[in-house]
């Protein structure tokens, strides 16, 4: 009979993690998070609250990011390599109205499915 591959005697012998104490389980906390209807990322409830590298909290995601009337509609830079950008500077939708006519299609798009799934009423909109 043939020697036993080196790879086949690790796998007899391989050890699997132990299951996780049911009172660890206990103790973990519940992360909800909601996906971007126009994005598609995942948006967290809360977010840490840093002072450098220390995490001292938590606050909302929303009530974390400032509300801004007159920020504008987006950016444009060159990637100037090694992690530099170049020329940053801040666009209106006239200067990219591809970008900007594709971004009004799919967040009407997300208004009309909230709607259609009764998520929000049309006058709220």
Known sequence: MPRK??????????VRP????TEALAVA???LSA????CGRTIPENRALRIGY???GKVGYFESIDWDPDKPFGVSFRAGGRNAFKDWEHIGPEEAPELF???KARFIQALKEWVAKGWIKEDEI
């Not at 591959?5 to 391989?14: G, N, Y």
């Not at 996906?35 to 126009?38: I, K, M």
């Open 5 to 14: 591959r080196r790879s086949e005697k690790l796998a007899e012998v391989a």
């Open 18 to 21: 132990a299951p996780v104490p």
């Open 29 to 31: 906390e519940k992360i």
């Open 35 to 38: 996906l971007c209807p126009v």
């Open 54 to 56: 220390v995490t001292v």
């Open 101 to 103: 006519e594709a971004l």
